[in-house]
């Protein structure tokens, strides 16, 4: 009997939250039931390539399928994917992240009418709504309706988060039957960490930066795994390195394992405080959550968010948490249970929490425990793909 196929299509290539998860999927023992295919946008860096071929599965690099809002890229993206359709003739079309899910579905509408019928499930995983990312009330209101237009197309819309589903309810983007919650999972017993003194100088050790030190002495190191977008709300981590700093006198370190657009801002704003030395932009790392031994704190800043791998992987590594109350994050961490949650765009509260810890090591000890055995329990990768190939 032959396998079936399924096309996993993302709008980017870079590693993310989204590749990570078709990675995990594509990778799995439910898989190799399939013929597995992974479509994305061969616009900038294509870190998802090598890590699928590596898997045996087939790429394929479409041309006009970008992040950015382009009409006529747009139109000949959801012709690309058309004509992609037409030539896999998959069982299954997976779509994630939003632009993939909007033009994808258009792309579906058009190949399963006559005469190119081709008899599909169209799943759509939705990794956090864009249209709670920071940008003008237009374009909020223009994905908002895209996602409402283009739901009718799709035969199952899997949530990351029950926040992401509740918010699919309230502006009846689907009706209740189509939505269903997955959360994301990790396997805890195949991670590896690297020890902290070592982890520490691999990430800091720059031959372009002078000002590195040799060692971080009695520094405490606070920091985080995040791609430099506006929606990561790195300024202000910044900002709140800078109160630590200034205001409470502090010795603090913070390690930003990541790059992206928004570097330069990021550099220009280190440099607007003069905290060259103390706050260090380490760069994208592969296999980044073996150096999360690294910190002493785990913070995420995020203004947005799905429901992020790299909170569950600073939970199986434990460290003690203080992350933004956005996205599926209170799904994951009960405050002051197994971590400590915030409002975003709080540099102040950040910098509080962060004082806090330090003054209670026995509650930053307990809280990371917690977190630890909670990630365990409930959040497994096993569970995820098990549940998401159910949908297929």
């Known amino acids: 009997m032959d396998k079936k196929r399924v096309l996993y299509v993302v709008t980017q290539g870079e590693w993310g939250g989204a590749q990570r998860y078709i990675y995990d999927l594509a990778g799995s023992p439910e898989a190799q039931n399939w013929v597995i295919n992974v479509a994305f946008g061969n616009d900038g860096d294509n870190a998802l390539n090598p890590k699928i071929e590596a898997l045996g599965a087939k790429i394929w690099p479409l041309k006009w399928l970008k992040r950015p809002i382009s009409p006529i890229a747009d139109i000949l993206a959801v012709f690309e994917l058309w004509r992609l359709f037409r030539q896999i003739r998959p069982d299954v079309i997976h779509l994630n992240s939003s632009k993939a899910g909007v033009v ?111 060692g971080l002495g009695m520094t405490t190191v606070i920091g985080t795994i995040a791609n430099f977008f506006s929606t990561k709300g790195l300024e202000y981590l910044i900002e709140a390195v800078r109160l630590l700093i200034t205001d409470y006198r502090l010795p603090i370190t913070a390690i930003i394992i990541g790059d992206g657009e928004l570097r330069p801002q990021l550099e220009n704003l280190i440099s607007k405080y003069n905290l060259q030395k103390n706050i260090f932009l380490a760069g994208k790392k592969e296999n980044a959550s073996k150096y999360l031994r690294a910190f002493d704190i785990y913070v995420c800043s995020s203004v947005k968010e799905g429901f992020p791998y790299s909170i569950l992987e600073a939970m199986a590594a434990e460290l003690p948490i203080i992350a933004t109350k956005v996205g599926g994050i209170p799904e994951i961490i009960e405050n002051n249970e197994s971590g400590l949650l915030i409002e975003p765009r709080e540099s102040g509260a950040l910098a509080e929490k962060i004082k806090l810890l330090l003054n209670q090591p026995e509650l930053a000890d307990q809280l990371a425990a917690n977190a630890q055995k909670k990630v365990k329990e409930k959040f497994l990768k096993s569970t995820m793909i098990q549940k998401t190939f159910g949908e297929y």
Request: aromatic share 12%; hydrophobic share 40%.
């Open 104 to 214: 994808g579905s258009l792309a579906s509408f058009l190949v399963s009418h006559k005469p190119y019928a081709i008899s599909h499930k169209l799943i759509y995983t939705v990794h956090g709504w864009v249209f709670n990312e920071p940008m003008s009330a237009l374009k909020k209101i223009f994905y908002l309706w895209a996602e409402k237009f283009t739901a009718r197309f799709k035969d199952k819309i899997i949530c990351v988060s029950e926040f992401d589903r509740q918010i699919a309810l309230k502006y009846r983007i689907a009706p209740a039957e189509k939505l269903v919650r997955i959360h994301n999972g990790i396997n805890i017993d195949s991670m590896e960490f690297l020890p902290k003194d070592e982890a520490r100088r691999e990430l800091i050790k720059k031959p372009w930066d002078p000002h590195a030190p040799s």
